[in-house]
């Protein structure tokens, strides 16, 4: 059996107010996992702690075998450059820049490239000399994700890719994501409220009353 890209042990995490706890997560290569639950729940949070960004109050996360939030802060960085890979419900370009401009940014850090194939099935191919303040917002997330993909990452962590997306377009960058993970072995986390994108992962499961709960 293959080793897990991620595994979480005994997560637990609070603010103000406990968030989940004894959380147990495993993510391995080629599989797409949605995370679902309604506003406030902690799907994002808990994305973030698996991630790289907010260390939790209790518990393990390993990234491709290697303990995370033990490791130096370059470490972390890199993991960041090369291996994970980040889209959020907003895409956050360079709005002063081509969108060619925004994807080459992301390609020069991490030493991927840009494969004309991706762009053709994102459907950006003709956008790629326009500036990003031309282009609607569906067009700019599929630009992010682009450029997220073209870092090659061994796992994408997706926090509400599709949210601001009519259905068309919201499907075609989930069959995008899930034919990057067919082709590659990557992983795919996914945070949604959208059920029906959720479907469309291997598995789902619920952030509820303080614990996730495996639907499949």
């Known amino acids: 059996m293959s080793q897990p890209l991620l595994e979480a ?3 637990s995490h609070s603010f103000d107010t406990l968030l989940f706890s004894e959380v147990n997560f495993s993510l391995n290569p080629s599989q797409s996992i949605a995370i679902i639950g309604r506003s406030g729940s902690g799907k994002s949070t808990l994305m973030h702690i698996f991630s790289t960004f907010i260390k939790p109050k209790c518990g393990v996360v390993k ?11 370059e470490s972390i960085e890199l993991l960041r450059r090369y ?3 980040i889209i959020f419900q907003f895409h956050y370009l360079f ?12 390609t020069m850090l991490s030493g991927g490239d840009i494969k004309e194939s991706l762009l053709e099935k994102l459907e950006i191919k003709e956008l790629m000399h326009q500036k990003i303040s031309e282009l609607s917002g569906g067009e700019q997330q599929r630009i992010s994700i682009a450029r997220v993909l073209s870092k090659s990452p061994r796992i994408i962590f997706a926090d509400e890719p ?14 995008v994501l899930l034919d990057y993970i067919e082709e590659t072995g990557a992983g795919l986390l996914l945070v949604t409220h959208d059920e029906t994108m959720a479907k469309l992962c291997s598995q789902i499961y619920k952030l509820e009353g303080n614990t996730l709960i495996n639907q499949s």
């Open 162 to 175: 599709t949210g601001n997306l009519d259905n068309d377009t919201a499907k075609l960058v989930m069959d």
């Open 83 to 85: 291996d994970i890979g």
């Open 63 to 73: 990234l491709f075998n290697k303990e995370l939030y033990t490791q130096d802060d």
């Open 95 to 106: 709005k002063g820049m081509t969108a060619m401009q925004n994807v080459e940014v992301a």
């Open 9 to 11: 042990n005994n997560i």
